[in-house]
């Protein structure tokens, strides 16, 4: 009997061990299910963020530019600590929204694009209104500025690295409100991991771009001063390649904010929606019908961002003059 006991013992801890192999296979299996859809979801929502970290990288480029060369580096670690600062806010705050009141997030995605637009237009106006002589006379008195001994360089690089954070405050929501977008009807724990994974990666590339496009004219110079012809056309290149590589990043991000801000605020508007994706179908043809299709709803998208940012600047600025009248 002891031995007959001692077998149906050994026979049931062999059903659980067996029971336990296949409840863990079937948790890696979901495990491995989740991750994926984290990795599919991420790889969308960097996509469809693309655009704002594009106009993120050319501000914050632009934002460090005139600093001193040995403070650049410190400049841009200060302002990528307050972007961390500004995310660890917005991203429980996004969630929070996704959990209690997810009927903002459409109408919260159809400001971020409207401001996307804004910020495009008020660019181009800005350009429009100021010629380069008065753009000339701004550099010039930074410049002044920068080295004059009277002026307190600490304070101005404060002020820099205030604007920046705010800068990045508002592109950074923007950021989370599309991602959120895209992992609405996720499961909690994926919107974390794709909100807390988009947070980390936009702000160690972007800073960690910024860090580097501020330091290209520096490595010019330093490979310049090298005995070696190659090393010093390549300095001499780097050197050439800088202001161009900042008016790229101006252009490509004033350009991404019509088609992403465009986009979002055509895709929240249902008939319209319906209408450019009819015309973009309408004008594609022959065996590159799908490049036209493409070229045409983007371009759709862009002209929508142009004319909604028109109309929220021409609002703006009515808003501004009652003030002062």
Request: charged content about 15%; hydrophobic content about 60%; glycine content about 10%.
């Amino acid at each position: 009997m002891a031995g007959a006991s001692l077998l149906t013992l050994l026979d049931d801890i062999a059903a659980i061990l067996d029971d336990v192999a296949v409840m863990t296979k079937v948790a890696a299996k979901k495990s491995a299910v989740i991750a994926d859809d984290v990795t599919t979801m991420t790889k969308v929502a960097t996509q469809k963020t693309a655009g704002v970290l594009g106009d993120d990288l050319a501000l914050n480029a632009q934002q460090v530019a005139g600093v001193r060369a040995d403070r650049e580096l410190p400049v841009v670690w200060a302002v990528a600590k307050g972007s961390m600062i500004n995310k660890a806010i917005l991203v429980p705050a996004a969630l929070l929204i996704s959990a209690f009141l997810p009927g903002l997030i459409t109408p919260l995605l159809m400001l971020g694009g409207a401001f996307l637009c804004f910020e495009g237009v008020e660019k181009l106006a800005h350009k429009l209104l100021h010629g380069k002589a008065e753009v000339k006379l701004a550099h010039a008195q930074h410049a002044q500025a920068n080295a004059s001994e009277d002026v307190d360089l600490v304070v101005l690089e404060k002020e820099k690295i205030k604007g920046a954070v705010r800068t990045d405050f508002i592109l950074s929501a923007e950021i989370i409100v599309i991602a959120l977008g895209t992992v609405a009807a996720a499961a909690f724990v994926q919107q974390v991991a794709v909100l807390v994974g988009i947070a980390v990666l936009m702000t160690v590339g972007v800073y960690g771009l910024v860090g580097g496009i501020v330091k290209i004219d520096d490595l010019g110079l330093w490979l310049g001063r090298k005995p070696y012809p190659a090393a010093q056309a390549l300095g001499r290149f780097l050197l050439a390649l800088a202001p161009w590589l900042m008016k790229f990043l101006a252009v490509a991000g004033t350009a991404a904010m019509f088609l992403v801000g465009g986009g979002i605020v055509v895709h929240g508007i249902a008939p319209l929606h319906h209408a450019v994706e009819g015309t973009a179908q309408a004008l594609a043809q022959g065996s590159l019908d799908w490049l036209w299709q493409a070229l045409a709803s983007n371009g759709l998208n862009a002209l929508a961002g142009v004319l909604v940012g028109a109309i929220v600047l021409g609002a703006v600025q009515l808003v501004q003059r009652l003030r002062k009248s």
